[in-house]
Antibody, heavy 116, light 108 residues
Framework: EVQLVQSGAEVKKPGESLKISCQVSGYSFTTHWIGWVRQMPGKGLEWMGF????????KYSPSFQGQVTISADKSISTAYLQWSSLKASDTAMYYC?????????WGQGTLVIVSS | QSVLTQPPSVSAAPGQKVTISCSGS????????VSWYQQLPGTAPKLLIYDNNKRPSGIPDRFSGSKSGTSATLGITGLQTGDEADYYCGTWESSLRVFGGGTKLTVL
């Protein structure tokens, strides 16, 4: 069974850094793209970018290029989404999802709250 | 502003049929497959339809998808109260993924 398990909720202050994770199981991590999707409170889905763990090829939405970093560790079948300096506007639910061209399996989501 | 346009809301009575539209352009829907996702309240999205009209295993045939030109449509028949959710279309544009703004389905 394909599973994507995300790290737990985070409460951070503006300016702090953060790295959230998405550990997968039930399939070969290196042969499927893993994407990240943002959902701000009460809003729709926004595709942020994705990574192909096999060769670390990474693509970002123009809206998120330079704002976040997507990475992966093949040794532990885990993808990451990272911020170097959080803003209040980063408060949202973040989902990882497998696949391309369509996302066929999703993580449960990680809630990130950025507040002073 | 989403690249793909969906109506903000639709509603219908239990047992009835509803359709949700997703309008794009030749640079996205017109030249790529469309997928649809259901997001029940407080849960992660789930894939409903992929490659315009295919259903993953476990998705009932009450859900259907179609595409014509630069638009796609999700159809749901035999509406149930459990179908109340947000529905999103998705596709590609220039090797990047795009989603519609989402449609809230209310089953009256």
């Amino acid at each position: 069974e394909v599973q994507l398990v995300q790290s737990g909720a985070e409460v951070k202050k503006p300016g702090e850094s953060l790295k959230i994770s998405c550990q997968v199981s039930g399939y070969s991590f290196t042969t499927h793209w893993i994407g990240w999707v943002r959902q701000m409170p009460g809003k729709g889905l926004e595709w942020m970018g994705f990574i192909y763990p096999g060769d670390s090829d990474t693509k970002y939405s123009p809206s998120f290029q330079g704002q976040v970093t997507i990475s992966a560790d093949k040794s532990i079948s885990t993808a990451y989404l990272q911020w170097s300096s959080l803003k209040a506007s980063d408060t949202a639910m973040y989902y990882c999802a497998r696949g391309s061209p369509h996302f066929d399996s999703w993580g449960q989501g990680t809630l990130v709250i950025v507040s002073s | 502003q989403s690249v793909l346009t969906q109506p903000p809301s639709v509603s219908a009575a239990p047992g009835q049929k509803v359709t949700i539209s997703c309008s794009g352009s030749s640079s996205n829907i017109g030249n790529n497959y469309v997928s649809w996702y259901q997001q029940l309240p407080g849960t992660a999205p789930k894939l409903l339809i992929y490659d315009n009209n295919k259903r993953p295993s476990g998705i009932p045939d009450r859900f259907s998808g179609s595409k014509s030109g630069t638009s796609a449509t999700l159809g749901i028949t035999g509406l149930q109260t459990g179908d109340e959710a947000d529905y999103y279309c998705g596709t590609w544009e220039s090797s990047l993924r795009v989603f519609g703004g989402g449609t809230k389905l209310t089953v009256l």
